[in-house]
């Protein structure tokens, strides 16, 4: 008989490179870096580590076929002769590296394990890579003119229309995530920017301007995985945290062809929330969680992920920034580390950095950005659009 | 009327919305003010999406409308600007248009006459009993040296019409005259991008001027039929000026060259020309009309067309007077040059290099060019593209065929600012199509400033990239004319 997740699963140490234009990294230094950050928070030697799975989205970009199978992490990371599995679901990849990891070890199949999302996007020009590849990927002629911001833009089109959500809306949550960035030593901008400047930036996909936009952005981080029994063997100290929940959910491809589709939220994060929720007992969200990275591709979806994951009801999104309810202050403190707007996003990184912000937050590590006794976190990707998303639920 | 006449069924047009007025070519290469009598009035453009087969395809469609697709035996295509050298655009069409297989297609190449040698072959056919009904479909955009003053002259559109038999045809073709002319006024070869011209007061003179003359006064004798009868003639002509020598000099027909030639609206439409004059011409007959079709190049034609009762039953459809009266004035000559392609730009204007498979752009072709989804035969929800499994109901290999209407209105939109295109901003709909149907594609044509949820579009066949050195073509959105 299947059972939930919650508590069958631990993590005991976390890295993460500086997420940024790393020209200077390659795709396999960024690995190497946040493993062995892992590794050295774990208090655990390499050859511990009885399996690794790597999620990466994109090997083109990367060059050399940087991604592509397991066998990259082998050398680099000495997992050599162990088993590697790539993984990829578009922008949940990270979390699929944690969350498949995380079934080996609730399985009893493994007692050690890492999981490592790793993207290199900056070895080509920023428009080479994701908008380029919708045109020269991608169906041969249905749909040519899409882009990421566009398909989350037309979502904002009609949020405006029907909510009354506004740019000046969209802007706060830049802002608010600038502000964030500042405070986070590994977060790609460390700026803050004005409302004004958001408002007056130049169009992209309308109504989405160029502050609406997360960067293109390298990165890597790391995650070792083991049962609760040998966490409190290995981390003496209590200094790890526990899976409370993970949910997954797939929809169509052909979104945008959907009939009845209406353009309000995600189907895919309200699925995947769901799913989460129901493993780690949680009923109440925004009571019971103390801090959220959510996936905050385009601001527009930050807004309509504080819908889809229950924060608020659906159209309230607006008024949830609004409020500042969202902000480091706020009572629902969301993307403290700066969200994907000041981290990027390295789409096989993502999610498995958000888990190293949510690892800090439950052990206190979060200095500047710090939330007062946070015991439960939650992560969450979107990706395809639309077409996957995945929550996963930490706490002590 | 005789008994199963052969004539025209139906008669299709399309016009681009775009118009250059010729004073801003005028004005661009500062033409000595002798040109000036010839740059007046408009020439239609097509777009920078927007081919002789994107263009037929809509004179097709709007030909075909309440025609029954399944009894059309044929398709004939002409043009002198083809897309390719070998790929017929006929076989798109056809499939573009839901014609059956088994019919016969045929491109008919190399000459601005080939509209009317395709036209005379359409009705042999039916007359010989080998085709009930053949659609007859011409286009051109033709393209001349930049700075010459006919590149002003000339239009870009296309025509089409349903040649068949029997009781519900709208004017008989009652008669054909032809004389051939080995002869050069306007040529081109493969190799070169624009047309070529030598002595033209002689071309005029001897090719124009003398072998028109001499069908019409072939046909006047074989069918002996006095000038005074005939109602209006309808005459390919390269310009105005050609046009009222023609006219001039045509004796006691020359009363019958009272109706508009679109040379000052729409330009010299090439092969297109008598077909979307004769669309003209319909709007306004009588029953019992005479009207002499003229086609010319490589020697010269003329039909005998008579006007039936059947004119008073056309059907309600878009009408060549709504194309011509929707139009948006196109005031950038540069970006004339840029849509034509007639500028070496670095990046060209399209994205380099998609992916592409000719298999599996076979494999779709009745979903991608003829705007087929599928509605799931257990919850009856539509789809576009579809599989083998609904996803609505996730029943399996369980739906009918259908094809997609073409109007529609927006769900939502963005505008696009910083992709690859020949004109940014590039509009992004999603749209709820009638009768069912969700369809994500590009805007074209309309201001990105109109866009808004709700407006009504149609959706048009479109040129989008080259890819693998053939071209892709598929559906856009645009706002309703």
């Known amino acids: 008989m299947a059972e939930s997740i919650k508590d069958r699963v631990a993590i005991i140490g976390m890295g993460s490179t500086k997420f940024g234009e790393n020209f200077e990294m390659s795709f396999l230094d960024m690995a190497v870096e946040a493993a062995y950050e892992a590794y050295q928070d774990a208090g655990i030697d390499p050859k511990e580590v009885q399996a690794g799975w790597l999620g990466t989205f994109a090997p083109d970009q990367a060059g050399g076929f940087m991604g592509q199978a397991g066998s990259f992490l082998a050398t680099a990371i000495s997992l050599k002769d162990r088993p590697v599995t790539r993984v990829t679901n578009y922008c949940a990849t990270g979390m699929e590296a944690i969350r498949n990891a995380a079934f080996a070890v609730a399985a009893g199949v493994f007692d050690i394990v890492i999981a490592v999302g790793c993207e290199k996007m900056r070895d080509v020009g920023p428009r080479e890579s994701l908008i380029k590849q919708i045109i020269t990927h991608g169906h041969p002629i249905i749909g040519k003119g899409q882009t990421a911001p566009g398909m989350f833009a037309m979502m904002a089109t009609v949020h405006f229309k029907r909510f009354g959500t506004t740019k000046e809306d969209l802007a706060k949550v830049a802002v608010k995530n600038h502000y964030n960035g500042v405070r986070n030593p590994k977060a790609h901008f460390r700026k803050e920017i004005k409302l004004e400047q958001a408002l007056k930036a130049p169009l992209i996909s309308d109504p989405l301007g160029l502050f609406d936009c997360c960067p293109t952005t390298d990165g890597a981080a790391a995650a070792i995985l083991t049962t609760p029994a040998l966490a409190k063997q290995i981390k003496k100290n209590g200094e790890y945290i526990l899976v409370k929940g993970m949910g997954l959910s797939v929809v169509t491809d052909t979104r945008y062809f959907e009939p009845g589709n209406e353009y309000t939220g995600f189907h895919a994060t309200q699925n995947a929330a769901k799913l989460a929720y129901k493993d780690a007992g949680i009923k109440d969200p925004v009571k019971e969680l103390d801090c959220a990275e959510v996936h905050d591709c385009f601001t527009i979806t930050e807004i309509l992920n504080y819908e889809d994951l229950g924060l608020c009801k659906k159209g309230e999104g607006g008024a949830f920034i609004r409020e500042g309810r969202s902000a480091l202050s706020g009572d629902m403190p969301v993307n403290t580390s700066g969200g994907l707007k000041s981290c990027g996003h390295p789409i096989g990184a993502s999610g498995v950095r958000m888990t190293y912000e949510i690892y800090q937050q439950l052990l206190g590590r979060a200095g500047d950005r710090q939330i007062k006794d946070a015991e439960l976190g939650l992560i969450h990707n979107l990706g395809g659009p639309g077409s996957v998303a995945c929550v996963a639920i930490y706490g002590r | 009327m005789a008994n199963n006449p052969v004539g025209i069924k139906a008669v299709g047009s399309y ?77 798109t069409l056809a499939v573009v248009a839901d014609l059956r297989a088994d019919i ?25 009993g080998s085709a009930r009904n053949i659609v007859v479909a011409a286009s051109d955009i033709r393209l001349n040296e930049p700075e010459y003053y006919m590149e002003a002259m000339m239009g870009d ?59 019409v006064q072939g046909l006047l004798k074989k069918s002996g039929l006095k000038p005074e009868d005939v109602s209006k003639t309808v005459a390919f002509a390269p310009h105005g000026a050609a046009y009222m020598a023609l006219a001039k000099g045509s004796g006691p027909l020359a009363m019958s060259f009272n109706q508009d030639p679109l040379l000052m609206s729409v330009g010299n439409l090439g092969n297109a020309s008598t077909f979307l004059q004769l669309a003209l011409v319909l709007e306004d007959s009588s029953p019992g009309d005479r009207i002499l079709l003229v086609g010319y190049g490589d020697g010269a034609d003329v039909f005998l067309l008579r006007v039936t009762d059947g004119i008073k039953n056309l059907p309600k459809k878009r009408s060549i007077r709504d194309w011509l009266n929707s139009k948006k004035m196109f005031s950038s000559y540069a970006k004339y040059l840029k849509y034509r392609e007639m500028l070496k730009l670095k990046e060209g204007i399209w994205p380099k290099d998609p992916f592409t498979s000719i298999a599996y752009l076979y494999r779709e072709q009745k979903q991608d060019l003829g705007l087929h989804g599928k509605k799931c035969n257990k919850c009856g929800t539509v789809w576009f593209p579809a599989g083998r499994v609904c996803y609505a109901c996730q029943t399996k290999d369980d739906y009918s065929d259908v094809k997609l209407s073409r109007r529609g209105k927006i769900v939502t939109f963005t505008v696009e600012r910083a992709i690859p295109a020949p004109e940014t901003p590039v509009g992004m709909t999603v749209v709820d199509l009638d009768g069912g149907g969700r369809f994500l594609t590009q805007f074209t044509e309309g201001n990105v400033d109109e866009l808004k949820i709700g407006l009504d579009i149609e959706l048009g066949l479109r040129k989008y990239h080259e890819a693998k050195g053939f071209n892709h073509y598929f559906w856009k959105s645009r706002p309703v004319r």
Not at chain 2, 69 to 81: I, K, N, P, Q, R
Not at chain 2, 104 to 128: C, E, G, T
Not at chain 2, 185 to 213: C, P, Q
Request: hydrophobic content about 40%; some cysteine.
């Open chain 2, 15 to 91: 016009i681009p919305i775009q118009r250059i007025d010729r004073q801003v070519i005028m004005q661009a290469w500062e033409f000595p003010k002798d040109l000036a009598v010839m740059m007046v009035g408009e020439r239609s453009m097509a777009h920078a999406d927007e081919d002789v087969l994107t263009m037929s395809s809509e004179a097709v469609l709007n030909c075909l409308e309440g025609q029954e697709a399944s009894s059309v035996d044929g398709l004939y295509f002409a043009s002198t600007s083809s897309p390719y050298w070998e790929k017929a655009t006929s076989s």
């Open chain 2, 104 to 128: 016969a297609v045929a491109d008919f190449a190399n000459s601005v006459r080939s509209s009317h040698m395709a036209l005379k072959a359409a009705v042999d056919a039916v007359k010989a």
């Open chain 2, 157 to 215: 559109g296309a025509g089409a019409l349903l040649v068949g038999q029997g009781g519900n045809i709208i004017c008989e073709i009652l008669d054909y005259c032809t004389v051939n002319q080995e002869f050069f006024d306007v040529w081109r070869k493969k190799e070169d991008s624009y047309l070529n011209y030598d002595d033209e007061r002689f071309a005029n003179l001897y090719g124009y001027l003398n072998v028109t003359k001499q069908a």
